[in-house]
């Protein structure tokens, strides 16, 4: 399934190639990306669509401690690789183009 690079969806991609190995939980992203749940979640399933990542509730028994199981999101190789190719896609289509990055500031000289 393709998946439609937003900012968004990149912030989330940056938080877990920071760490492709480690897993990660919903509210640890919230706070890692500065993002509500509802736009968190649906992200994380067109991830999970896409086969970039695997989630998978962790083995506990919530009596003993206390809480649900969380469910851990965990990057794909796959998912790793084609989210580093889509963020420097995103990157270089970001990129000033080249006159405006060459132009002097207000004030420099040109020299």
Do not use: C
Not at 96 to 111: D, H, K, Q, T
């Amino acid at each position: 399934m393709p998946l439609r690079m937003t900012v968004t969806v990149a912030k989330v991609l940056r938080v877990f190639l920071e760490d492709a190995a480690e897993p990660r939980y919903g509210f640890d992203l919230m706070q890692d990306t500065g993002l509500a749940s509802g736009t968190l979640y649906p992200i994380l399933a067109r991830l999970e669509g896409a086969g970039w990542i695997i989630g998978e509730h962790e083995a506990i028994d919530p009596e003993i401690e206390g809480r649900p199981a969380r469910r851990y999101y965990v990057l794909t190789a796959e998912g790793a690789k084609a989210a580093r190719e889509e963020l420097a896609q995103l990157s270089e289509r970001l990129r000033p183009p080249a006159a405006v990055r060459r132009s002097p500031r207000l004030g420099e000289n040109p020299i």
